[in-house]
């Protein structure tokens, strides 16, 4: 679900891409088990954070493929449980 929704958003928003790569990388939360994240509103809430996350510390990971979505999604998850 993650490509076909990022598609969707390719040419929205400023920097070209930034929106698709939030909502891809939103898409890392379905990979949490129930137990963590335990109905839908709270899937789209932690991948809405990990989306926002993912795009306020850009320039924080450097640029490459491993790891960056998978850590938003474990820190918007984190987040989650702790509030």
């Not at 129930?34 to 954070?49: D, I, M």
């Not at 924080?60 to 491993?66: L, P, R, Y």
């Amino acid at each position: 679900s993650g490509i076909p929704t990022s598609l969707l958003f390719a040419n929205f928003g400023g920097k070209s891409g930034e929106v698709s790569a939030a909502v891809y990388g939103g898409a890392f939360v379905g990979m949490s088990a129930k137990n963590h994240v335990p109905n839908y509103l709270a899937f789209l809430a932690t991948g809405v954070l990990a989306g926002g996350l993912s795009v306020a510390l850009r320039g924080v990971f450097v640029d490459g493929i491993g790891g960056k979505y998978g850590a938003m999604a474990f820190l918007s998850v984190g987040i989650y449980k702790a509030a």
